[in-house]
């Protein structure tokens, strides 16, 4: 009971951190999405099984607070969460760089799936726009705070590892 509390309690707090302190930075309101990095290298540790449930827990926190298409964030973080749990069984978690690359594979898929249901929906929006002054600094961001996120993720899991 107690790592299934430290994992919810470390998403709150990036959750808080992601939305309180990172719109301070934020360029065009454009800041990091913290639980997507989150889900990531959760899923690198728990692998695919812990990233799906850590993936729809980040997901429905995220929906239910910004009042945005409900689900959608769910299944993207689901989706994204099982890439990268199953592909966590074939690489070394300690690298630096394996981070850094994920999470900018992970925004950019993230993206696509939540651009294909707004597509689905009826909106129209040009893509270019949309590339340049969405996806591109939303990656960027991520980018930037995916190696201290799997720093903490590492720590954390390493100390529950194990325990339930």
Known sequence: MKTVGAWALYMVV????????????????ISADLLLVAVVSVSFFL???????FGFCAGLLQDLATGTFFGVDIFSKMLIGYGCG???RHVFKEQYFLPVFSVIVASVANYF???????LMGYRFDWLEQLSGLL?????YNAVFAFPVHVWTRKL??????KN
Do not use: K, N
């Open 136 to 140: 591109i600094p939303m990656t960027a």
């Open 14 to 29: 990036l959750y808080v951190v992601q939305s309180s302190l990172l719109p301070l930075a934020a360029w065009h309101e």
């Open 86 to 88: 199953a592909f966590s």
């Open 113 to 119: 799936i939540i651009l294909m249901f707004m597509i």
């Open 47 to 53: 692998g695919s099984q812990g990233g799906v449930m």
């Open 157 to 162: 899991s390493e100390r529950f590892d194990g």
